[in-house]
């Protein structure tokens, strides 16, 4: 399939409103989806799901709850998850903040009946969103999605701009592919934010990246499936009006440590990440996403796992994408 959107179009802020249109927008998150490959095997780790939760618990719901557009979130979870688990979420599902589904699988089709019952499927616009387990938003994500989106028309979106967390240092980083990825779509039909790999949505459909402050965080800790520390290092202040409590407690950052990091430490960081990527799109673009998969399991030294904590979309995933 041509890359329908190769020639994106982005755009800066701010651009003409939209015309008036009613938008139903839903948060697409896998929490423990059952999956095969070599991110199940990181997830099937002791204590993988219990330092998930906490980070659920930390940043993510925060983060939705603290939206100022309206928004559902639609979170699932495997039938065979645990019961601490489904305690410790129990208080969430009661207050509403979320809707749990549990499924083995979950396809395209019933991504689109899910989010037209949470929704009540009465918009213009059907906006899906993938938002992982461990991430965070700002306060204006989702308005400033909702925005972009446009009756009638079919665009995969990415707001290209946010941090990195890890431990106390945070950095800024500008993905054009990132995967917080949006889908505004008709609902007739609707492929969703899942119809492919974040960084792959353009074969599928047109491509619309907004600037703009930071909308989003990824954080980086030590059972990340692929996220690294990328971007540049910044001083976490001016962005925490935008990520209510999630930058606090985070180190402050004088001109001496940026200028090490971008002298020293950033050069070396986007050294490697050239290389990286380099090779996997070479490895893509020969052998495809399974192509890729397999190489992934056989690096790791082990062979691929069945029914394992973890998830990805039908056909890929974050952790399992080109990125």
């Known amino acids: 399939m041509p890359d329908v959107g190769a020639t994106d179009l982005e755009r800066r802020p701010r651009a003409a409103p939209a015309p008036t249109r009613r938008v139903d927008h839903v948060l697409l998150t896998r929490f423990n989806l059952p999956s095969v490959g070599r991110e199940s095997v990181i997830r099937a780790q002791d204590g993988w799901l219990r330092e998930r939760l906490e ?29 601490w688990l489904l305690e410790r979420l129990a208080p969430l599902v009661t207050a509403g903040a979320f809707a749990p589904l549990y499924r083995e699988t979950v396809s395209r089709e019933e991504i689109a009946e899910d989010a037209r019952a ?14 992982d387990n461990d991430d965070a938003l700002a306060t204006d994500f989702a308005a400033r999605l909702q925005a972009l989106a446009r009756p009638g028309e079919r665009r995969a ?3 290209a701009h946010g ?8 950095y800024l980083r500008r993905d054009r592919r990132n995967a917080f990825v949006s889908v505004s779509e008709p609902w ?14 353009h074969r599928h459909m ?118």
């Open 118 to 131: 949470v929704t009540g499927g009465s918009g213009d616009v059907l906006l899906t969103t993938n938002l």
């Open 188 to 201: 007739d039909e609707p492929m969703t934010a899942w119809r492919d790999w974040h960084n792959l949505m």
């Open 206 to 323: 047109p491509v619309l990246v907004d600037g703009g402050a930071p909308a989003w965080i990824q954080v980086v800790h030590d059972r990340n499936v692929s996220n690294r520390v990328r971007g540049r290092r910044i001083d976490p202040g001016r962005h925490r009006a935008l990520f209510p409590g999630m930058l606090d407690d985070a180190a402050p950052t004088g001109p001496g440590a940026i200028l090490v990091d971008g002298w020293l430490r950033r050069p070396l960081r986007e050294s490697r990440e050239g290389v990286r990527v380099l090779g996997k799109r070479v490895v893509l673009a020969a052998a495809g996403k399974r192509g890729l998969d397999a190489l992934k399991d056989r690096l790791y030294h082990r062979p691929p796992a069945a029914l394992q904590m973890g998830g990805r979309p039908p056909g890929g995933g974050r952790d399992g994408n080109a990125s």
């Open 55 to 83: 980070l659920f618990l930390r940043y993510t719901v925060p983060a939705v709850a603290s939206q100022t557009a309206p928004v559902g979130w639609i979170v699932y979870l495997d039938p065979a998850s645990p019961a």
């Open 157 to 159: 979106l990415y707001l």
């Open 163 to 170: 941090l990195i967390r890890r431990g106390g240092h945070v």
